[in-house]
């Protein structure tokens, strides 16, 4: 079955302590990895696509890395306005109307303190 | 951010009323999505389209419609509403696949 595992499901950092998210998959035909980050009351915002191993993309503290069966958010000398739920999805390809099906992580709780 | 309204934002039901839900997108994306967001579990697909009068289901499709007569609106309809229901509810959309999808607001639905 196909799955999106990701770890911590909550983390806890001071101000500046840098950390990494994990986001782990076993899905056939991997089309494409996103991050997206969700604040409460709010709808997922996206951040990375990632497509082959090796591949990394960064935005200001934020490196998302891919290899060929799970990516790392890695977080930079974090501030407490990173506080918030990071999801991982994987895509996968097959169907109908040329679907690509997304199935996400329940995600990672990240609580920056001052 | 991209033009995409959900409403209500908020709704209280009973037990065995319908219920429909509106999605509003102003960007002219081909494809949308309902997913359901349950606390321990990811976002889960409902259904979703990849054009007019175009929809299939998705992983939790069951007690669930939807239907899409223009681009611009996507509706996703409980029949007879239960409390396995009670969610909070994206709506999403992407101009074309492997393409990053834009989301919501949400709409927080309690069935009692």
């Known amino acids: 079955e196909d799955q999106v595992t990701q770890s911590p499901e909550a983390l806890r950092l001071q101000e500046g302590e840098s950390s990494s998210l994990n986001c782990s998959y076993t899905?056939?035909?991997?089309?494409?990895l996103f991050w997206y980050r969700q604040d409460p009351g709010k709808g997922p915002e996206f951040l990375f696509t990632?497509?082959?191993a090796g591949e990394e993309k960064e935005k200001e503290r934020l490196k998302a890395t891919l290899t060929k069966k799970e990516s790392f958010l890695h977080i930079t000398a974090p501030k407490p306005e990173d506080s918030a739920t990071y999801l991982c999805?994987?895509?996968?390809?097959?169907?109908?109307?040329?679907?690509?099906?997304?199935?996400f992580g329940a995600g990672t709780r990240l609580a920056v303190h001052p | 951010d991209a033009g995409i309204t959900q409403s209500p934002r908020h709704k209280v039901t009973e037990t065995g009323t319908p219920v429909t839900l509106r999605c509003h997108q102003t960007?002219?994306?081909?494809?949308m999505y309902w997913y359901r967001q349950d606390p321990g579990h990811g976002l889960r697909l409902i259904h979703y389209?990849?054009?007019?009068?175009?929809?299939d289901k998705g992983e939790v499709s069951d007690g669930y419609s939807v239907s899409r007569s223009k681009t611009e609106d996507f509706l996703l309809t409980l029949e007879s509403a239960t409390s396995s229901q009670t969610s909070v509810y994206f709506c999403?959309?992407?101009?074309?696949?492997?393409?990053?999808?834009?989301f919501g607001q949400g709409t927080r639905l309690t069935v009692v």
């Open positions: 960007e002219n994306h081909r494809y």
């Open positions: 999403a959309i992407s101009d074309a696949q492997g393409a990053k999808a834009f």
């Open positions: 990632l497509y082959s």
């Open positions: 389209s990849y054009g007019v009068k175009d929809t």
């Open positions: 899905v056939s035909g991997l089309r494409g």
């Open positions: 999805a994987v895509q996968e390809g097959g169907g109908p109307g040329g679907y690509n099906k997304l199935i």
